[in-house]
Structures are given as structure tokens and as C-alpha cells.
């Protein structure tokens, strides 16, 4: 059983690591994953509702002011999300405010009247505003027997630089401890929210069509069968089908494609796709929490819980990084003074290390960059499983694409039609049309589209027999009439057939035994292919082609997309063997698929990428899906998996850096408190903006992108 709690209230990534630990190691939970950019805590066990109250007590006991609330809805009212300022930052700005008026006028009295307690009085004053709660929660730590967190240590500092006499220091270093800690709070709820903005196309009303009348509702009460309008410019709400209407949809928001869809009658509409002209009447076909727009929430919430080696290797450092600091920090108060004298210097070179002791910055800031990422990612028509699929992308050393509906359109075209005696083309494709009249194949519904296409009149056959795997028998006034491929031919001794194995896919027509002519349909290459498989290759990436195709269709397909590696008429156990070959040939590998034929290859893949507008399937299987069908979705998520691990090394590498810079600069005597502050809160919020590039960028290029299709326009 899996449940979802929000945890309000949660102020410290440090804090929520040692929640899901504790969790974790209770009897009866197979596991605990907390979430910082998402506030949720999702919780696998027997019974997790029964061990509501045992959670609550975990996490208060690290974090007194959290509060754990299931997760039964879901949704959150954008307008909430957007609001400047919670209750909470309001009251800490206020504090922080009245508090540096007092410290000012603390340090300006005692300039002007030195020697006199009025500046004490006022300073003390100020530190107590800005450290009572602090001071408190170090202390309620201390007896639950938590004693290495940022409430101890900055305790400790402050204390021992007041001990010093340095009492402005002591308040000034409060001061901007809270300062940093609210401007990182902030930071943090704004990249989470620019994130969740960005994905959520949820809508908040529906207008309902019931006998000629329309009527707005909540979206939430909506129900499969109800009819709802959407006019010119208005998001498409739930998911549905077109019952009357017609327009162009513009589907960038779900799938990335910037070229709107053309939709009618009889046609399945995505919600958060926007209807750009005419007015639609859609019967809807999802509820709300199964629609679209939904599933992608949901999906950039979960993916952000599929914790990256990186995070989780950063989780398990920085339980030894602050006692480490903090020993080092115990070691430098008393061996320099040991051996140098002036004890004072290095007690103060020892409390700017437990300033910077506390690993909030890399706790924090790696999360929240893979978040990042898979929002942008989301925005942009990919789905990220986890930050676990996203860093395992920049293992890939081959990309693996499946030909049908992956490198092409997966709609077959007709390419030729060739008489191989007395009847003419025409008479060859209407023969063949009249056989597939009642076919379901997709090889038989494009002749008959070509057909149609040119007009021609077809008739219905006397009888009609179809043979799975070989093709059509129909009896028509002229005679029996075989439609179908060519090993069939061959085994019903068809006179004047002859093996060719140099063209495409040809379906052959026979009357009455002898060979009449043939059609040839090709499965068409995206016009994307061949410039994504260059942009693969550029990257210095191998490409291959696994297919269940036969053999000539499947090379004319990787020659037209530039692949060399071509591997053909594989069945789904084959494929499987074939890329572990590869793997093992080439290093890890990148599965691109349909996430329906090919589950077995997806989940045995390296990473298992599912083409297609988000299947139920491809959502199953695969560790990305690409929302879009276009090839060059695959380069896409290689850019931004690779810009986000940038982002997260910059992250790791400044916060480490900074921190032992100043820790080297405090051994040399010239750090200082000051400097100590900026390396913990100042370096974590740095970290949170850098974070929440990843989003920015991609906003940047779509603007970019807008701004050209204007200026095309």
C-alpha cells in the first residue's frame, strides 16, 4: 500500500533527509521517500494511514512545526501557489525588520556613548529577537538527541562570539543567518512554484453543454459522457472526442509540436491542448485526475521522488560532512593554541567553521536542479520517470531506435502501382482496394486511401476470406482474386511470380491464378530523422535500428535517416538479445520504442525511451516518454539531461569550493563570521537560483522560438 503526505512547514532539506530516514527504518515500511522541492512524503508499507500519528511524531521530533496532511487531493489553486508572501515569510520579515532597527541603533549608541550598557541592552535585544527561536529549537533538539543541525551550530556560534565580547558580531551574524534563510525559502517556493506553473493545464472551470443550455462548472465534477464547449482561444479542459466542430489545436503545451493538429468530428482531442479557431463540442472521455493534464503533474511530482545516484551519495555525505566540520572545528580551538597561543583567534577561526558546517547548499540545491529539469523537460513535451533516468543519460553510449512509429510515421503511403499484364494501374489498384474494403491493416487502409484519393469505384466482393500473415481472398463476376504478400503467392504456385527481394513492401494481385501486378507501400521517414541521427552522431553517440520489418523496407528506411547499423525481422526476444549484443559491444544504451510492441526492450534497456502521445503503456514501461513523435525529442532530452548535470556540478563544486575557501581563509586568519554566513545561507540560495536555470533556459527558448515563427509569419 503507497500513500502521499504534504509536510508543512518543512524549512530545512537536511531535516527532511533525516524525516525519511527515520522513517524508512520503521517496522512495517518498505520505504520512504521525501521530497523537499515537492513537500510530499510517500510512504510503502502494510498500513501507512495507521502509522499516521507515529509519522507525525518522527518528523515533528526533527522539525517541531511540520505537519503531515494526506494527500487525498491533489490539487492546489493556482492563486495560492502565486502569492508574494505566506503568513509565515510575512512574520519573519516583520521580525527581521524590527530587529535590524534595534541592532542599528544598538551599534550607533554604543559608538556614541561608549562604555555605557544602552547599546548592550539593544543589541541583546536584537539577538534575542532574531535567535529565541533558533536558541529554542537547539535546545528541543539537544534533549530529542538530534545535536548536528544548523540550529545547534549557529547557537553555538553566536554564543561563543558574544562569549568573546563580540556581541554586534553575534546579532549581526543572526541577523543575516535569518535574512539568508528566508531569501532561500523564498527562492526555493518560487523555483517550485515556476515549475508547477509551468506543467499545470489543469482548469478550474467547464462549461457543460445539457439541451441546448451551457452551464459552468468545477472541473473536478465533469464525468465521462458530458458534453463540454471550448471556444476559439480557449485550453482544451479534460480529454475527449471532437462530436461536432472543427478547428486547429495547437498541441505544443502537451506534446512540444509547435504546428497545430487539424481536428474534427470523430477525433480524439488532449486536454491542454489550446483550440486556436472554430468552436469545439467535446464528449469528454477522462475525469479530471485521468486526463492529460493531470498525468503530466503528476508525473514531473513523482519523477521528482526517483532520487539520482548523485542525490543519493550527497545524502549519505553530508551525515559525515558536519561532524567532520565540526570536529575540525573542535580540533582548531584547541591544538593552534596549543602550540601558536592566541586562543581567541583560533576560537573564532573555529565558530566560523560551524557556521559553514551545516550542508543545507548541496542537500537542497541537487534535487531541486533535476526537478528543474524535468519541468522544463515536461514543458517541452518529454516526461522524465526520475532524476534517476535523466542522469543515466549521459552513460548512453548508443542510441537504439525501432523503425515503425518511431523513425517513421507508422502510416503507410502508397508508393507504385505496376502492371505485370493486360490490366492497366488503375484497374490493378482498384482490385486490390476492393479486397481491403473491409481490412483493418494498415497496409490495406492506405490502398484503399489511394483509392479513394483518386475516385476510383470500388465494388464488394461475393465472398471475402482473410488470412492473417498472407493476405486476401475475394470472389468477384471476373473471378478469384488473390491480394496479399509475396511468400503467399509462391505457396499458392501464383504463375508468373518471381522472388525480388530489392523492393520495399509489395502487395501482389493474382486473377485466377496468374499475376497481375502489384502495389508498393512504404512506411515513410520523419522529416526530422536524418538530421536528429547527425545531431546523435555529432554528439559522438553509435546509432542502430532494431526492427520486426523485413529486411529491404527496414534498410531503405535507416539509409534515408542515415543509419548503417540495421538489424531486421527480429521477433520481441530477438530484439532483446540484439541490444544486449550492443550493450555489450558498445557500452550503455538508449531504447527508443512505441512502449507497446516493445516492452520487453524498454524495460531491459539502460534507458527505455516510448514514443507516442503518452500511452498507458509507454507511461508504464519506458523512463522517458516523449509526448511528441518527432525523432528529434530523443536529441532534445540529451540537451537538457546533459545542461541539468551541469547545473548540478556547478551546484556541488561552488558550495564545496566556497565553503572550504573560507575555511582555508579562517586557517590563514582572515576569515571572518561574516564571510562564514555567506557561505552557508548566502551559497545555498545561490544554489537554488542556479537551480532553477534549468526551467528559466527553456522559458528563454521558447520565447525565442515564438518570436521566429512571428517573424516566418
Request: aromatic content about 6%; charged content about 25%; overall charge neutral.
Amino acid at each position: 500500500m503507497k500513500r502521499e503526505y504534504t509536510i508543512e512547514h518543512l524549512n530545512c532539506a537536511g531535516c527532511g533527509a533525516k524525516m525519511e530516514e527515520k522513517i524508512g527504518q520503521l517496522p512495517g515500511v518498505r520505504r520512504a521517500q521525501l521530497v523537499f522541492a515537492t513537500k510530499c512524503l510517500t510512504v510503502e508499507g502494510e498500513d501507512p494511514d495507521a502509522s499516521l500519528e507515529q509519522l507525525q511524531q518522527i518528523c515533528q521530533s526533527i522539525e517541531p512545526e511540520v505537519q503531515l496532511i494526506p494527500r487525498q487531493n491533489k490539487r492546489e489553486k493556482k492563486e495560492t501557489r502565486r502569492e508574494k508572501l505566506s503568513k509565515d515569510q510575512k512574520r519573519e520579515l516583520l521580525l527581521i525588520g524590527v530587529s535590524g532597527i534595534l541592532l542599528v541603533a544598538g551599534g550607533i549608541l554604543g559608538r556614541i556613548w561608549e562604555g555605557q550598557i544602552y547599546g548592550t541592552i539593544l543589541l541583546v535585544a536584537a539577538y534575542l529577537g532574531l535567535g529565541y527561536e533558533v536558541l529554542w529549537k537547539a535546545v528541543r533538539n539537544i534533549i530529542r538527541g538530534s545535536v548536528f543541525d544548523e540550529n545547534f551550530l549557529m547557537s553555538v556560534a553566536t554564543i561563543a562570539a558574544m562569549g568573546m565580547g563580540e556581541m554586534m558580531e553575534a546579532a549581526g551574524v543572526m541577523l543575516f543567518y535569518r535574512i539568508g534563510e528566508l531569501f532561500e525559502d523564498i527562492a526555493v517556493e518560487r523555483s517550485r512554484n515556476m515549475v508547477m506553473d509551468a506543467v499545470d493545464l489543469r482548469p478550474e472551470q467547464v462549461t457543460v453543454v445539457t439541451e441546448g443550455k451551457t452551464v459552468s462548472i468545477p472541473a473536478e465534477e465533469a464525468r465521462p459522457g458530458d458534453v463540454i464547449l471550448v471556444r476559439a482561444g480557449d485550453r482544451v479542459p479534460l480529454d475527449g472526442k471532437v462530436v461536432a466542430g472543427s478547428g486547429r489545436v495547437d498541441t505544443s503545451a502537451i506534446t512540444g509540436e509547435s504546428v497545430p493538429v487539424y481536428v474534427e468530428e470523430g477525433m480524439e482531442v488532449l486536454s491542454g491542448c489550446v483550440n486556436q479557431n472554430g468552436m469545439l463540442h467535446i464528449r469528454v472521455e477522462k475525469r479530471l485526475e485521468e486526463s492529460m493534464v493531470s498525468r503530466i503533474l503528476d508525473a514531473v511530482e513523482h519523477a521528482a521522488a526517483s532520487k539520482p545516484k548523485i542525490d543519493r551519495f550527497l545524502t549519505r555525505f553530508a551525515r559525515i560532512y558536519t561532524p567532520v566540520v565540526v570536529g575540525i572545528a573542535l580540533l582548531t580551538a584547541i591544538l593552534p593554541s596549543l602550540i601558536w597561543g592566541n586562543p581567541r583567534q583560533w576560537i573564532y577561526t573555529a565558530v566560523t567553521f560551524l557556521v559553514i558546517s551545516c550542508p543545507c547548499a548541496l542537500v537542497l540545491s541537487v534535487p531541486l536542479a533535476f526537478f528543474a529539469g524535468i519541468g522544463g523537460a515536461a514543458k517541452r513535451g518529454i516526461l522524465f520517470k526520475g532524476g534517476a533516468a535523466m542522469e543515466a543519460l549521459k552513460e548512453i553510449k548508443t542510441v537504439v531506435l525501432d523503425k515503425t512509429g518511431t523513425l517513421t510515421n507508422g502510416k503507410f503511403v502508397v508508393q507504385d502501382v505496376v502492371s505485370f499484364g493486360r490490366l492497366t494501374r488503375k484497374q490493378i489498384l482498384t482490385m486490390a482496394a476492393d479486397c481491403e474494403l473491409h481490412s483493418s491493416h494498415p497496409i490495406g487502409r492506405s490502398i484503399l486511401e489511394e483509392a479513394n484519393r483518386q475516385g476510383l469505384k470500388l465494388t464488394q466482393p461475393e465472398t471475402l476470406e482473410e488470412l492473417p500473415g498472407k493476405g486476401i481472398r475475394a470472389v468477384f463476376k471476373e473471378g478469384i482474386v488473390l491480394c496479399g504478400n509475396g511468400d503467399w503467392m509462391k505457396e499458392e504456385q501464383v504463375q508468373g511470380y518471381t522472388k525480388s527481394g530489392d523492393r520495399g513492401t509489395e502487395v501482389f494481385v493474382a486473377v485466377n491464378g496468374i499475376l497481375q501486378g502489384s502495389v508498393e507501400v512504404a512506411d515513410q521517414v520523419k522529416e526530422e530523422a536524418k538530421e536528429a541521427v547527425r545531431e546523435i552522431k555529432r554528439q559522438g553517440l553509435g546509432v542502430a535500428m532494431l526492427t520486426g520489418d523485413r529486411e529491404a523496407p527496414a534498410k531503405e528506411a535507416a539509409k534515408a535517416a542515415g543509419i548503417e547499423e540495421v538489424y531486421a525481422q527480429l521477433l520481441p526476444q530477438e530484439k532483446l538479445e540484439q541490444l544486449q549484443k550492443i550493450r555489450k559491444n558498445s557500452g550503455a544504451v538508449l531504447f527508443v520504442g512505441d512502449g507497446i510492441n516493445d516492452a520487453p526492450v524498454l524495460a531491459n534497456a539502460d534507458v527505455g525511451a516510448a514514443m507516442g502521445s503518452g500511452a498507458d503503456a509507454a507511461m508504464e514501461v519506458a523512463d522517458v516518454v516523449y509526448m511528441t513523435s518527432r525523432v528529434d525529442a530523443v536529441t532534445d532530452s540529451l540537451a537538457i539531461a546533459e545542461r541539468t548535470r551541469k547545473i548540478v556540478l556547478q551546484n556541488v563544486a561552488g558550495a564545496l569550493g566556497i565553503k572550504f575557501l573560507v575555511m582555508l581563509l579562517g586557517f590563514a586568519g582572515y576569515a571572518n563570521m561574516w564571510m562564514a554566513i555567506f557561505a552557508d545561507t548566502g551559497v545555498a540560495m545561490l544554489c537554488v537560483l542556479n537551480a532553477a536555470r534549468g526551467i528559466l533556459d527553456i522559458r528563454k527558448q521558447e520565447r525565442q522560438e515564438k518570436r521566429a515563427e512571428t517573424v516566418e509569419k
